[in-house]
């Protein structure tokens, strides 16, 4: 009757004299007395150590306490609204209230005070996927990250091709899959044929040579170039115009004439003219590459000399890879090559004329041969011209032929005589 009359506190303190503490609660919420509401709670619940009559326990308190929160959650009051739900036994619901007003600290303080881990963590995904699933997008990952869910985060963006917004969260989280993202993307934009993209990408990849192989396959030679060159730098630059320069030519359909020209002609345009060069040696054309070397890089032609030199030695013509060794400015390579073969006079011979000092050499070279098919005598003279006479009596010594090195010490290197003397005594007794 009090209620009805209006009379509420005096109806909530004769409920509460009368014991029924529950009506007095439902009484002040009936009047929208919210504060005096909770104070009932608190101090009836206080008064008997938390276990009287409505301690927050009693599953019958419960109700009473979520709607005393509910009202302070429509109203904002998000402290007083947690107060309540925590001691309602429902601290996840002031979590997600916490959430949806995007207070993120607040419902984190909340949670690793009442909540495990793994009700948080689902707290967090679950408002998350509904953010997400609204278009919400930034607060969505504010919620999967605050949650530990990062790698849901990314994937979100990543299926809506917000590539920027992923690769953020990549290089903020998992720095040491950034490459393997950037590559990832790259290898997707090239696929989708948005080669704009995928070069960007490619070269935040640290991959910039994906990207001028990317250029090459599809013939955007232009862009090739481009990338090799302020990526690679010149080096870079001069393989993709020489691979420019063989596909060119391999399209002309010939071996050699207009094919070969049509490469060289591109390498030239391009101001690599060693390159046209080195281009016609690979075909052999050594004609050819005389005369570019000639009009365009003279500094090249002794090159070109000692590349066609090899290729004499390999066909046998011996002469003629001699006069190119010799006007390539290497004689030592002509001697070898002679020498090798075991033709000693003319291995001597471009000695004296053009490497001097690679005579004493040759000669030993020619005296160790004699040793070995045991021409011993004409070793011993050649030995003794190169001014060796020491090696002609270990030649003598090792084959035990101590009176031959006994002749030799004396005439030419006395100062090892005593030394032959002592071999051929310790022989003799052996």
């Not at 094919?259 to 050594?286: I, M, S, T």
Request: proline share 2%; aromatic share 8%.
């Amino acid at each position: 009757w009090l209620v009805s009359q209006g009379q509420y506190d005096a109806a909530v303190n004769h409920f509460i004299e009368a014991n029924e503490h529950r009506k007095a609660i439902e009484a002040c919420m009936s009047a929208r007395l919210w504060n005096r509401a909770e104070e009932l709670v608190d101090q009836l619940s206080l008064s008997t150590g938390a276990q009287g009559p409505l301690a927050p326990s009693d599953p019958s308190v419960q109700p009473l306490l979520l709607r005393i929160a509910e009202h302070y959650a429509k109203a904002r009051q998000l402290g007083q609204a947690e107060r309540l739900y925590v001691k309602a036994g429902r601290a996840s619901d002031a979590v997600t209230l916490y959430l949806n007003h995007r207070q993120v600290q607040e419902a984190q303080r909340v949670a690793r005070s009442h909540l495990d881990e793994k009700e948080s963590k689902e707290l967090h995904r679950k408002l998350a996927i509904k953010l997400e699933a609204e278009g919400k997008l930034i607060e969505a990952e504010e919620l999967y990250v605050a949650g530990g869910d990062v790698d849901l985060a990314i994937h979100m963006y990543k299926k809506r091709e917000t590539f920027d917004q992923m690769l953020r969260l990549v290089a903020k989280y998992r720095a040491n899959l950034l490459n393997d993202t950037y590559k990832v993307l790259a290898e997707h934009m090239e696929m989708k044929g948005n080669l704009v993209m995928a070069e960007h990408y490619y070269i935040d990849a640290g991959l910039w040579q994906n990207a001028v192989a990317m250029h090459r396959n599809l013939g955007r030679w232009d862009d090739a170039k481009r990338v090799a060159r302020t990526q690679g730098g010149q080096a870079a630059l001069h393989k993709v115009v020489l691979a420019h320069a063989q596909t060119v030519a391999r399209e002309n359909d010939s071996a050699n004439g207009t094919a070969k020209d049509a490469g060289v002609q591109l390498l030239l345009r391009h101001n690599f003219p060693e390159l046209a060069v080195d281009y016609v040696l690979e075909h052999k054309n050594f004609a050819y590459a005389f005369e570019l070397a000639r009009a365009h890089c003279k500094s090249r032609l002794q090159d070109v000399h000692l590349k066609r030199a090899l290729q004499m030695e390999d066909d046998n013509r011996f002469r003629e890879a001699e006069e190119d060794f010799i006007a390539a400015g290497r004689p030592k390579e002509a001697i070898e090559m002679y020498a090798y073969g075991g033709d000693w006079m003319s291995a001597e011979r471009v000695a004296e004329n053009y490497h001097p000092a690679s005579v004493p050499e040759i000669k030993v070279k020619h005296a160790q041969e004699k040793a070995e098919k045991g021409n011993t005598q004409a070793a011993e003279a050649l030995f003794v011209a190169a001014q060796k006479s020491e090696l002609a009596v270990q030649m003598y010594i090792s084959k035990g032929l101590f009176p031959d090195a006994v002749r030799v010490c004396k005439r030419y290197c006395p100062q090892l005589l005593e030394e032959v003397m002592q071999a051929a005594a310790a022989s003799e007794g052996g």
